[in-house]
C-alpha cells in the first residue's frame, strides 16, 4: 500500500520555526520527486517546494523562496520542509506529494501543477499566531 505520512505540524507564534517530515512507505521512494503544497481554508492548493528524486533540484514558490527550505534522506524514505520566520499567513493544511520521476529531471512547472503527482498524504495542520 502507497503512503506518505506528514508529521511535524503544531502551533506555533509568528517568527517561529517547524520542519514537516513526509515519510513514504509502498513505493521505490528514490525513484519519486516530491513537493510540498498547502491549502488555507476557503483557497486552493498551492505549490511550495520541490525536490527531484536524487536530490540534486530544488525549486521554490517565490512566496516561501528563503524561508523554507526542502531537503530528502532516500535512506529514509523521508522529504523534509524546513520552515523558518513563519507568518500568519502561513497557516494552512500541508501535504506532501509524489510522481514517478523515472531518473529524468523535470522543469518547475511541473513540480507547480498539482496534476503531476499520483500520491499525496492525508495534511497536516499548521497554525502561526501573530
Known amino acids: 500500500e502507497v503512503q506518505l505520512v506528514e508529521s511535524g505540524g503544531g502551533s506555533v507564534q509568528a517568527g517561529g520555526s517547524l520542519r514537516l517530515s513526509c515519510v513514504a512507505s509502498g513505493f521505490s521512494f528514490d525513484d519519486y520527486a516530491i513537493g510540498w503544497y498547502r491549502q488555507a481554508p476557503g483557497k486552493e492548493r498551492d505549490f511550495l517546494a520541490g525536490i527531484s528524486h536524487n536530490g540534486a533540484y530544488t525549486h521554490y514558490a517565490e512566496s516561501v523562496k528563503g524561508r523554507f527550505s526542502i531537503s530528502r534522506d532516500n535512506a529514509k524514505n523521508t522529504v523534509y520542509l524546513q520552515m523558518n520566520n513563519l507568518k500568519p499567513e502561513d497557516t494552512a493544511i500541508y501535504y506532501c506529494?509524489?510522481?514517478?520521476?523515472?531518473?529524468?529531471?523535470?522543469?518547475?512547472?511541473?513540480?507547480?501543477?498539482?496534476?503531476?503527482?499520483?500520491?499525496w498524504g492525508q495534511g497536516i495542520q499548521v497554525t502561526v499566531s501573530s
Open positions: 506529494g509524489a510522481f514517478d520521476a523515472n531518473g529524468l529531471v523535470y522543469s518547475s512547472s511541473y513540480y507547480h501543477y498539482h496534476g503531476s503527482y499520483e500520491h
